[in-house]
């Protein structure tokens, strides 16, 4: 099946109507041809858009008669309502444009047309409107253009993608000590299509882009991942974050040594990543399970009789991170991490140690917490 089969059958199972198109910008118009016959078109695009990239998307819609719009960076969607009531269709090319695009379409209806200028899902089928309207539900768009040539940050997009392998990887750990089935297929395909993926090519930056689709329709199942709650913050980024995540998982299963009886410092360590992360204690508190002590100390008997199954799983997703790192020599480590005491005194130690609390999973480092094996710090005092 090939990648584009992939994410059609994807969309069919999440119940969207999008569909994604390999062509080059100036086929916009023959696109929306297959959406809107007949009709009045509107064009958004933003201030840093690209003037010749622009100028091709409007020259593909003159028969659609294009009223442009183009938005600043702290610009709002609102000047789109002032469109007139005949236009049916939006196009949009840049990234806020997609989100500003899919904003219209959903309160106007009509027709949408996304022509991404990143090889990333993340506007194309976000679930919510950014500020100021967070949290408003954005219908997803009709179609999407696919055009290798104005793809820009394949290398980051690549990695953003690879990094669903460590989704898939929390995912089965978490099923194994909760007995929860979990299919994390679908994200390992997408982790493999990103890793042989040329992102430095057009074609490659369209894989990427294919990738990044399959991976987001995935992830729709799964609750939040601690991994990618923290890479969107760490130095290094997903690429970083992939490569010392899976040494620290192998290291676990290879020399973890849990401490009997052990009970975490739960509110503190939620107030503490609250705190580093900006987000809601409550929120991060939510994803806390606390166990039993029956539960607890079951936790201790599986973790001895799934290391050795797990310890081969995370040494094949240290192999896929210095694949997609490339290290420059064979055996260097891309990330700079060893083992021990290296990882330990690694900058990322401090983000490992807060993607516990970053989901209801019980991934590598929930386990971590669990076993009495990351930091437990004490009550945050109350404000005098």
């Known amino acids: 099946m090939s990648i584009e089969e992939e994410v059609s059958a994807a969309l069919c199972r999440c119940g969207l109507r999008t569909r994604l198109h390999r062509a080059k910008a100036s086929a916009a118009g023959e696109i929306l041809h297959g959406l809107l016959p007949v009709g009045r078109a509107a064009l958004v695009t933003e201030e840093r858009t690209d003037a010749a990239l622009t100028e091709s998307v409007r020259a593909a819609l003159r028969a659609y008669r294009p009223a442009c719009v183009v938005l600043g960076e702290k610009d709002s969607f609102m000047p789109l309502f002032a469109l007139p009531d005949d236009v049916r269709a939006v196009v949009a090319v840049g990234d806020r444009a997609l989100l500003a695009a899919r904003f219209f379409r959903t309160l106007r209806g009509g027709f949408a047309l996304l022509l991404p200028v990143h090889p990333s899902a993340e506007g194309l089928f976000a679930s919510a409107a950014p500020a100021p309207w967070d949290g408003y539900p954005l219908d997803e768009p009709d179609a999407v253009l696919a055009d290798g040539d104005i793809l820009q940050g394949g290398r980051d997009a690549r990695a953003d993608v690879a990094l669903s392998a460590l989704c898939a990887e929390e995912l089965e ?11 994390a297929r679908g994200l390992r395909r997408a982790a493999d299509i990103a890793a042989g993926s040329d992102a430095a090519s057009p074609d490659g930056r369209e894989d990427v882009l294919f990738a990044s689709v399959l991976a987001c329709l995935e992830k729709r199942a799964f609750p939040a991942f601690g991994c990618e709650a923290v890479a969107r913050r760490a130095p290094g980024g997903s690429g970083a974050v992939l490569a010392y995540f899976a040494r620290r998982y192998a290291a676990l299963f290879a020399h973890g040594r849990p401490r009997p009886f052990f009970v975490p410092d739960y509110a503190a360590r939620a107030a ?20 039993t002590g ?65 989901s209801p999973l019980l991934s590598a480092p929930a386990l971590e917490r669990e076993f009495g094996l990351l930091e437990n710090p004490a009550p945050v005092q109350p404000a005098p």
């Not at 750990?173 to 299919?183: A, I, Q, Y």
């Not at 503490?272 to 166990?291: E, H, I, K, T, Y």
């Open 294 to 358: 029956e539960q607890s100390f079951d936790l201790g008997v599986r973790f001895a009789e799934v290391r050795q199954r797990l310890c081969t799983s995370a040494k094949l997703l240290v192999r896929f991170a210095d694949r997609i790192l490339q290290p420059k020599r064979a055996g260097e480590h891309a990330d700079g991490a060893g083992g021990g005491d290296a990882l330990a005194a690694h900058p990322l130690a401090a983000w490992y140690d807060l993607s516990a609390e970053c």
């Open 173 to 183: 750990v978490d099923g194994l000590f909760t007995e929860t089935p979990h299919d």
């Open 272 to 291: 503490r990543a609250a705190a580093r992360l900006g987000m809601p204690p409550a929120s991060l508190f939510a994803n806390v399970r606390v166990p």
